[in-house]
């Protein structure tokens, strides 16, 4: 096994800067840390922070904590950060004068700080083998959530698909949360609910139901309680929390007081704060999702989360997020994702662009380049010129989960590969932006044990460091991949049609 340094912690503000300061004055370094100019600021004064090792031309980007709660993003990219620099296991070779690894640990300070406050004041004197337990238990708690909820939805998705009602299914799924929301609830009440609003036979709806129940294996006396499990955890929280040490945390601690203070959310989502300080979800935060969600508000009024958090509005702000500040006004792109789009452009203008990893939390997975419903259509019907960039793309993001599944047998002794997909096919995150714009541009969703923010650390031999043993090969990995294709990044191969004819040209990229 490669010789790695995985440090296994909760980071706090405090923890958090430590760590970066550590990383960057260790006298160990095998390659230099150097702290750039911050990006910019977050709405209340936190820096988006930037760090480099190596001077070469071919850039590799790895940006962590778009969202708050996914704090294993923020961990990780620190932690390759460290390795990097250290020349640890596969870095050993790395070279300085090839690439340069730019790091952006955190690109929502805000999010990432009110989860991690108010984490650690329920977490903060646990020993690691605590922070374990405390976070399977979490986790069984998160996933207890999602199974109450799928069931219920399978019960009425099958209902209307076995009685001609399948278009109607995923109206009356949204209704029937919006019906029970803050209230406890039971498998008759469910059978009543799609008898009063579907108008089948009680005896069919019943059997239907009940079947559904039994096929996943849950107690059919059980009642689903109005309050989220994984929320009742974290239920004596407070914002004060947030320690008033300097103007940016008395701004966060005075946004979020108006973001509770309609008791609109549990408090307990302090722990679980995907937003920034205005209440946006960053990758929601983009003109394409912002007219998605207008007309979603127009036909439903609130518009809920998912699964887990259904009891969660996303069309205002809060932890859940909206995809602007005011969705009855204009849409407002905010200061850490505007912070972004610049560094990233200026990095296009100069052709340093090889690579941009957004790391998220939870799923085991590499979102490659988006593929649009028309663009096969448009180069084999009607003879419009195809981009074929997206090669490039493919083949790191193949030789990445390629190389985590070897990473996984040298581990756990199976073989056991991340996946690689290319969906949603239409925009709708700030993410699919930016898939759809550079060469190679990736979401990665980190652990393969679901349930932000702290279900990746449920399993420390199991899931933890597999998640960053298999990410960090595949770093190295993905370098040998673009030392191999970096003749194409200059040049754009295409293909358009003539009387029928494939014809295949080149231009210039760069």
Known sequence: MNDFDIKYEILDYAKYNKRLLDICSNPNNKFQVIKQQDLGKSRCGFPIEHYTIGNGPKHIVYMGGAHGNEIISVDFVSQLMNNI??????????????????????????GYFTTTYAL???MNDMSPQEIEAFSKRYYLAYKSDDI???????????????????ELSSK?????????????????????FLIANTKINGMTVSETVRNVWQQRKLDPDLVIPKDKMHHKIFDNISIDCIPEIDDAHIKLKESLRKIYANNDFPIATLANFFSNSAGVNLNDNNEFYFETQKRQVAEEGIVYANLRDNNLAKSIPGPVGSASVDLNGEFVSEPENEALYEFLARQDESSENYAFINCHGTGGVIYLYPVADDDLEQAHDTGVERNFSFYINNR????????????????????????????PDKITGVGDVLRKKYI????????????????????????YVPTMFANMRACSKMMQTIRSLSYLYDTNYTMHYENGRVVYGTTSRR
């Not at 009425?156 to 001609?164: A, D, K, M, S, Y």
């Not at 599944?405 to 290319?422: C, F, I, Q, S, T």
């Not at 990736?442 to 031999?461: M, Q, R, T, V, W």
């Open 148 to 166: 109450n909820s799928m069931a219920v939805n399978a019960c009425i998705r099958t209902v209307c698909n076995e009685n001609g009602l399948s």
């Open 85 to 110: 620099a250290l020349g640890k296991g596969t870095f050993e070779d790395f070279d300085p004068n090839e690439f340069t690894i730019d790091f952006i640990p955190c690109q929502n300070p805000e």
């Open 120 to 122: 650690n004041s329920v």
């Open 440 to 463: 190679a541009s990736f979401l990665l969703e980190l652990s393969k044990a679901g349930g932000n923010p702290i279900a990746p650390y449920c399993d420390y031999k199991g899931n």
């Open 396 to 423: 790191i993001a193949t030789e990445y989960v390629k190389e985590t599944g070897r990473a996984y047998e040298d581990v756990k002794g199976v073989n056991d590969p991340y996946k690689h997909m290319g969906y």
């Open 172 to 192: 009356l799924i949204k209704l029937f949360w919006k019906t029970y929301l803050n209230k406890d609830f039971s498998l008759r009440d469910v059978e009543d």
